[in-house]
C-alpha cells in the first residue's frame, strides 16, 4: 500500500521557521513529482508548491515564495518544506501529495501553529 | 488563479437517493495535450483526502461505480447514483491545467 507520511510540524512563534518532511512507504517518491497542499479552516485548500521528479525543477505559489522552498533528498526518499518567516495566518495542515495524473495519494498532514 | 465554484456548499441526502455536485471554473480546463485536468476528491471526517476521479470521468481504483464523473471546458459534474452511508463527507474539485493548482470550496455531503 502507498503511504506517504509527514513530519515536523509543531508550535512555532511568528517570524520563525519549520522544516517539515515527508517520507513514502511502498513508493518512491523520486519518481513522481510532489506537491504540499495547506489545509486551514477559514481558507480550505491551498496549494504550496512542487518539486519535478526530472532534476531540481520547482514552482512555489506566489502566496508563499520567496518564504517557502521545496526540496527532496532522493538518497533518502524524502519531501522537504522549509518554512521561514512564518505567520499566524501560515497555520494549518500541510500534506504532501503524490502527482500521478494530478495529485492522487495524500499523506495524514502534519499541524503546523504560528502563535505567539 | 482559476476560481474553482462548488455548488451546492451543503448537500442533505437521502440514503439510496442519489446525489450531484457542481463544480465550474473561471477558465477553461482543456490543456493543450488535449487532456481537462479536473479531479475530484472525498474526504471523510478525520482523514485526508483521497481521490475518486481524475482527467474529469476515470474514477480511481477502488472507487465504486456509484461514483461518477462529467463535464468540459469550465462546466463539471460529481454524481453518486445511490448514497450510502459511507459517503458522508467533504468533496472537492481541483484543476490541475493552471499554476497554481486550485480547489472548491468544498461539499458537505450529509445524510437527511
Known amino acids: 500500500e502507498v503511504q506517504l507520511v509527514e513530519s515536523g510540524g509543531g508550535l512555532v512563534q511568528p517570524g520563525g521557521s519549520l522544516r517539515l518532511s515527508c517520507s513514502g512507504s511502498?513508493?518512491?517518491?523520486?519518481?513522481?513529482?510532489m506537491h504540499w497542499v495547506r489545509q486551514t479552516p477559514g481558507k480550505g485548500l491551498e496549494y504550496v508548491s512542487v518539486?519535478?521528479?526530472?532534476?531540481?525543477?520547482?514552482y512555489v505559489a506566489d502566496s508563499f515564495r520567496g518564504r517557502f522552498t521545496v526540496s527532496r533528498d532522493k538518497s533518502r526518499n524524502t519531501l522537504y518544506l522549509q518554512m521561514s518567516s512564518l505567520r499566524v495566518e501560515d497555520t494549518g495542515i500541510y500534506f504532501c501529495?503524490?502527482?500521478?495524473?494530478?495529485?492522487?495519494?495524500w499523506g495524514q498532514g502534519t499541524t503546523v501553529i504560528v502563535s505567539s | 488563479d482559476v476560481v474553482m465554484t462548488q455548488s451546492p456548499l451543503s448537500l442533505p441526502v437521502t440514503l439510496g437517493q442519489p446525489a450531484s455536485i457542481s463544480c465550474r471554473s473561471s477558465?477553461?480546463?482543456?490543456?493543450?495535450?488535449?487532456?481537462?485536468?479536473l479531479n475530484w476528491f472525498q474526504q471523510r471526517p478525520g482523514q485526508s483526502p483521497r481521490r475518486l476521479i481524475y482527467?474529469?470521468?476515470n474514477r480511481d481504483s477502488g472507487v465504486p461505480d456509484r461514483f461518477s464523473g462529467s463535464g468540459s471546458g469550465t462546466d463539471f459534474t460529481l454524481r453518486i447514483s445511490r448514497v450510502e452511508a459511507e459517503d458522508v463527507g467533504i468533496y472537492f474539485c481541483?484543476?490541475?491545467?493552471?499554476?497554481?493548482?486550485?480547489f472548491g470550496q468544498g461539499t458537505k455531503v450529509e445524510i437527511k
Open positions: 501529495v503524490r502527482d500521478l495524473f494530478g495529485m492522487d495519494v
Open positions: 511502498g513508493i518512491s517518491l523520486n519518481s513522481y513529482a
Open positions: 518539486i519535478y521528479s526530472k532534476g531540481n525543477s520547482t
Open positions: 477558465q477553461s480546463l482543456l490543456y493543450s495535450d488535449g487532456n481537462t485536468y
Open positions: 482527467k474529469v470521468s
Open positions: 481541483t484543476q490541475g491545467t493552471h499554476w497554481p493548482r486550485t
